[in-house]
């Protein structure tokens, strides 16, 4: 399977990140230390996340030299206004200790007034373009190496992407999981060039044990003498995204790191068991943010 996927940069980027988001204080540190040690080089965090300074912290103390790593950021919803986002982002830099991310992601297509408590900004969420120009300029000032998108869907891609962009989104971040799989967003995705990235791939903590326990994963594991997380990570290489599981559990974080090719017809199997049933997101924040529509419809 492969390492590593080549963006529209040209650069290469790692197929299995270490993923930090609900990586607690006082233990994100150490994570990002025992995934450096195991052979990661791509940490996917955000700026909302709220422990880039611990990551900062043990990338320092791992003295892994910088251009080995990937290190991804998110700009978050209330930053979207183009006077608010070199700000944000030198925010997040300083806060990792770098002076360049390699890939910078818009976090959500909703956009929010910068003071407030999720105030919605109409504009900057109908219309990203603004927001997408600022960080193209990012790009041009050498403060990050790449650009992309994170949760949205196929109307809202297009939407962005019908306009005269210097840089297209290289990448899309996007919860896909056994219980989400999404392949009609993954073929349209391949059919556009567009990489998928899957965060909460093994179904988040809340559904990462029923993941584990689904008989053809199981099958699977004990057909190719690997661990059930192993298949899943390893489905999701295979399937041509990136993969960004998330663990503090030092065990679990080597674990992670090895991907297997597995065999078409299992893969098949695991393909049509994952798409059997009625997809359930286990991310979905409309509800929470009081949005005035559904951010996946
Ligand atoms: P922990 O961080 O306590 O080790 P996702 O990547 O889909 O967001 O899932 C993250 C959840 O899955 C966390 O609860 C994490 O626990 C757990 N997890 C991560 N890797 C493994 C693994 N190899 N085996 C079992 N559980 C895992």
Same mark, same amino acid.
């Given at each position: ?155 809202? &891609? #297009?939407?962005? =992407?019908?306009?005269?962009? %210097?840089?297209?989104? *290289?990448?899309?971040? +996007? !919860? ?60 999701? &290489? #295979?399937?041509? =995204?990136?993969?960004?599981? %998330?663990?503090?559990? *030092?065990?679990?974080? +080597? !674990? ?42």
């Amino acid at each position: 399977l492969p390492s590593h996927y080549t963006l529209p940069s040209g650069d290469k980027i790692p197929s299995v990140a270490l993923g930090v988001w609900q990586a607690a204080p006082g233990e994100v540190g150490n994570a990002v230390k025992t995934a450096l040690g195991a052979g990661y080089r791509h940490i996917d965090g955000a700026w909302i996340y709220r422990n880039e300074a611990e990551v900062g912290q043990a990338l320092k103390e791992s003295s892994v030299p910088r251009e080995d790593l990937w290190l991804t950021s998110k700009l978050w919803n209330n930053y979207h206004a183009p006077e608010d986002v070199e700000p944000i982002l030198d925010d997040t830099l300083s806060k990792l200790g770098t002076d360049y991310l390699d890939l910078y992601l818009i976090h959500w297509p909703v956009a929010f007034k910068k003071e407030g408590n999720n105030v919605l900004d109409k504009a900057l969420t109908d219309d990203p373009y603004p927001t997408w120009k600022k960080l193209e300029e990012m790009v041009d000032k050498g403060k990050v190496k790449n650009i992309g998108i994170s949760n949205f869907n196929i109307r809202r &891609v #297009q939407n962005l =992407t019908a306009n005269p962009l %210097k840089y297209k989104p *290289a990448v899309n971040q +996007v !919860e896909l999981n056994f219980w989400n799989p999404q392949p009609d967003l993954l073929e349209w995705s391949k059919e556009n060039g567009l990489l998928l990235e899957a965060y909460s791939p093994l179904g988040s903590n809340k559904q990462v044990g029923e993941t584990l326990a689904v008989p053809e994963v199981k099958d699977i594991a004990c057909k190719l003498g690997i661990t059930p997380a192993q298949v899943i990570i390893s489905w999701h &290489v #295979q399937r041509g =995204t990136i993969v960004l599981p %998330k663990s503090v559990t *030092a065990s679990r974080i +080597v !674990e992670n790191y090895d991907v297997f090719e597995i065999p078409q017809d299992l893969f098949e199997k695991l393909e049509a068991a994952a798409n059997a049933h009625t997809p359930q997101r286990v991310v979905n924040p409309s509800k929470g943010w009081k949005l005035p529509f559904d951010v996946f419809e």
